[in-house]
């Protein structure tokens, strides 16, 4: 008669009950995709209020302060981006360290675009003293430069994003429910900012699924965190990122 012991239920049941890892980096990366939802969209309120405005050269007097809170906390956004990159590649070098790095390249694209809008923002209140043009025509250029910028970084973001959350999705980082909208947003979205620099108006539309994603994996992020990775699928992977958890 065998005298062998069963396996520990725990051990069967590994893959469901996985114990979190980076505990520190999925709460900070939680907060800073919440966090770049509300400096970025402040920013934009308050510079669309200005540059958007009927007669934007008497709101470029009046609203010149407006203009550069939004330009600050549109700066603030791209410094969240790059930070959520450095903080995703730490997580994902171990499992699959080329698509950790693109991802990070393509998060800094991103930044590094977000950064130039905010140059074009701030055009009209940097040269309207200069006679380099009218100030309506400033305002034109700044909101057409932002714009442009804008839906480059996006389209940065969605090419990176589309590999590393199905890496995710292999290895159950998070939900595979999770990750597959994350897959399918990012690659919508890359779509709409793409169509949108051909003309075709649908970029902000196309981005809802990819926006809902970010929301839903930022509050995943912060409550749960990381699972450790599925030993079954990449055993190799999993074990080298099990060795810096935190």
Do not use: C, H
């Not at 405005?53 to 549109?74: F, K, N, Q």
């Not at 701030?122 to 305002?139: C, F, H, I, K, N």
């Amino acid at each position: 008669m065998s005298t062998a012991t069963p396996a520990p239920l725990t051990d069967m049941n590994s893959r469901t009950e996985s114990p979190p890892i980076f505990r520190g980096s999925a709460i900070a990366v939680g907060l800073l995709l919440l966090g770049a939802f509300v400096t970025y969209g402040g920013g934009t309120a308050l510079v669309n209020s200005v540059l958007a405005a009927d007669d934007p050269a008497s709101m470029v007097a009046t609203g010149e302060m407006a203009l550069r809170v939004g330009a600050i906390l549109m700066l603030a956004d791209a410094l969240f981006v790059a930070v959520i990159g450095v903080l995703l590649y730490a997580v994902g070098r171990g499992l699959g360290e080329r698509i950790a790095v693109s991802y990070l390249a393509t998060r800094i694209v991103e930044a590094v675009g977000l950064a130039v809008g905010v140059m074009f923002v701030l055009l009209p209140v940097t040269l309207a003293g200069q006679e380099v043009g009218d100030v309506a025509t400033l305002t034109a250029v700044a909101e057409q430069g932002n714009a442009i910028a804008y839906r480059i970084a996006m389209m940065a973001l969605g090419v990176g994003s589309v590999p590393f959350w199905y890496l995710a999705y292999r290895v159950r980082l998070i939900p595979r429910v999770l990750a597959a909208l994350g897959i399918a947003g990012y690659a919508i979205f890359f779509t709409g900012y793409a169509l949108d620099l051909l003309g075709l108006d649908v970029g902000l539309l196309l981005a809802i699924p990819g926006g809902l994603f970010e929301v839903a994996v930022a509050l995943w992020l912060i409550v749960k965190g990381f699972s450790a990775p599925d030993v079954d699928s990449q055993p190799e992977a999993a074990t080298a990122a099990l060795a810096p958890a935190r």
